[in-house]
């Protein structure tokens, strides 16, 4: 079946570390997403693509990177991991632009 | 920009009651979707219902429905005959044509099922 994975699903790391995390996906969707969910704010996006070599901004992308160099993976880079980047993240995949948006497991970062 | 609030932030309903989630939402677009997403305690984010804005009636997902009204801007998820199984996070979202594929989320409302 097809499918949206996370890896890691959990990851603690230090202040000033870089981290990825990944995302891939074995629909072919050409739409992808990156959010973070936090308490009392919901989820808000960080950066999506749209296909290969395609990355846009979100709302919150201040101290994050995607690439997307295939169909089935856009990775997150944290450059500099700071505490106020401790939250859940969520990658999703869409068709096209109209369908719902399908998500992964979600990736619990902790930056101490 | 849109915006989508959701006041409830908790809500308690018995076992085989009906209950509505509010949602209202900000937009000066004409064209625009509303999605309700439901998550478990697990943390999986789940797609339930989705409403076009020109969609002339409500939409409907077993016992899942949205009722939704333009003039005031909302679009309450009403779930029927509630189960235990229901207990969990939902999230109204709306999508505006312009921004094609982008999610605004709102807050979330934690709904609990009780015996």
């Known amino acids: 079946d097809a499918e949206i994975t996370q890896s890691p699903r959990h990851k603690i790391t230090e202040t000033g570390r870089q981290v990825t995390l990944a995302c891939h996906q074995t629909?072919?969707?050409?739409?992808m997403f990156w959010y973070r969910q936090d308490l009392g704010h919901g989820l808000r996006l960080i950066h999506y693509?749209?296909?290969?070599?395609?990355?846009n901004k979100g709302e919150v992308s201040d101290g994050y990177s995607v690439s997307r160099s295939n169909t089935e993976d856009l990775p997150l880079t944290l450059e500099s991991a700071a505490s106020s980047q401790t939250s859940v993240y969520f990658c999703?995949?869409?068709?096209?632009?109209?369908?719902?948006?399908?998500f992964g497991p979600g990736t619990r970062l902790t930056v101490l | 920009a849109q915006k989508i609030t959701q006041t409830q932030p908790g809500m308690f309903v018995q076992e085989k009651e009906a209950v509505t989630l509010d949602c209202t939402y900000d937009t000066s677009d004409q064209s625009y979707g509303l999605f309700w997403y439901k998550q478990p305690s697990s943390g999986e984010m789940i797609f339930l219902i989705y409403q076009g804005s020109y969609d002339e009636q409500n939409a409907t997902e077993g016992r899942y429905s949205l009722n939704f009204q333009k003039a005031r801007k909302s679009a309450n998820l009403v779930i029927s005959a509630s189960q235990l199984g229901d207990s969990a996070m939902y999230f109204c979202a709306m999508r505006n044509t312009g921004t094609a594929s982008k999610l605004t989320f709102g807050t979330g409302t934690r709904l609990q099922v009780t015996l």
């Open positions: 629909w072919n969707h050409n739409n």
């Open positions: 999703a995949t869409q068709r096209q632009a109209m369908d719902e948006q399908f």
């Open positions: 693509s749209y296909g290969v070599q395609d990355t």
